[in-house]
């Protein structure tokens, strides 16, 4: 039977209409499945490993799964904060800034803080799904090395008492000069004196090394002979800060200086705050050690399983 002009069109229009329809389906399909896969690889972290581990294995990657992708989201919240404020102070914009400040930076401590848990997060989160070995050994060997240095610091910082005192000493002064260098830093001297009530680092004739707070008759600041208003007494009464109750305090006798200012400087207001405390601060890196070491051995674990299982 012979099918007319009008027949073929048809028929070679439904075939073209049928692999159109053919190639959309196969598109979605593709598209399903890197989307099941995504989901799997963010939801249930047993799913995404080989189907021979055991499920003891399963439950240490469960244990461990949520702990190291807070770690990770932990790590990109803090690099976004320091990030941030670099950008608010225009330090993105002029890199070479960074090394301007006299003082510490605040920030520093966000993104080093931040870079740190994102990448033992990272390591650790893709080398136990992926059972990777080589990104587990990474993430245990980079975690002993942080613990071994915590481990050296605290019994050099028990050992050496006399010399960290210094060094604080050293390090307040040296931030005291930079005080209006740096918003994040003036502002973690404020909060640092108000907190510990104190200032300077022993007292605040400290105050002298910072341009326009020293007595001398060649600064012509207003702020002259004073200190930061973060060193004045608080009045439960008042409502509003007084940003000036510093204005020439040091010019007054040490007893009137009393009735307006704290006198105690920062360091021994923090050996004093640290004896106090010294149980809640122990507990803490203790514990920090313990999930330090927990993480660790479980790293260590779950190589020599996955090792196991491939030469089986």
């Known amino acids: 039977m012979q099918m007319g002009p009008c027949s073929v069109i048809m028929h070679s229009g439904c075939l073209k209409m049928l692999l159109l329809i053919l190639q959309t389906e196969r ?35 469960l244990s461990c799964f949520f702990l190291l992708r807070l770690c990770q989201f932990l790590g990109v919240a803090f690099l976004g904060i320091g990030l941030w404020a670099w950008s608010e102070k225009g330090v993105l914009s002029n890199i070479s800034s960074i090394t301007d400040l006299g003082g510490f930076d605040p920030v520093w401590l966000f993104l080093v803080v931040g870079g740190v848990m994102f990448v033992l997060g990272f390591a650790g989160c893709i080398g ?52 209006r260098d740096d918003i994040d830093l003036q502002n973690l001297i404020d909060f640092t004196q108000e907190y510990w009530e104190c200032c300077g680092a022993f007292g605040a004739d400290d105050w002298n090394l910072n341009i326009y707070f020293n007595c001398t008759d060649s600064n012509p600041s207003r702020e002259k002979c004073g200190v930061p208003f973060s060193c ?9 800060i007084n940003t000036q109750c510093g204005y020439d305090i040091r010019a007054k006798t040490d007893s009137e200086q009393r009735t307006f200012i704290y006198i105690k400087g920062c360091v021994p207001q923090f050996e004093k705050w640290l004896q106090d405390n010294l149980t809640v601060v122990a507990g803490i890196f203790i514990g920090i050690a313990l999930l330090q070491i927990f993480g660790i051995c479980l790293a260590q674990n779950l190589v020599s399983d996955i090792e196991a299982v491939r030469e089986s």
């Open 128 to 179: 136990a799904l992926r059972e990777n070995s080589f990104l587990l050994k990474f993430f245990s060997v980079f975690l002993g090395i942080i613990f071994f240095l915590e481990l050296t610091a605290g019994v050099l910082a028990f050992v050496f008492k006399d010399w960290i005192k210094d060094q604080l000493n050293f390090f307040i002064n040296n931030n005291i000069r930079a005080y």
């Open 27 to 61: 598109r979605n399909i593709k598209q399903w499945t890197t989307a099941r896969k995504i989901s799997l690889w963010f939801l249930s972290p047993c799913c995404c490993v080989k189907t021979t581990c055991c499920s003891h294995r399963k439950i240490m990657l």
């Open 232 to 240: 004045c007494t608080k009045d439960p009464a008042e409502d509003v």
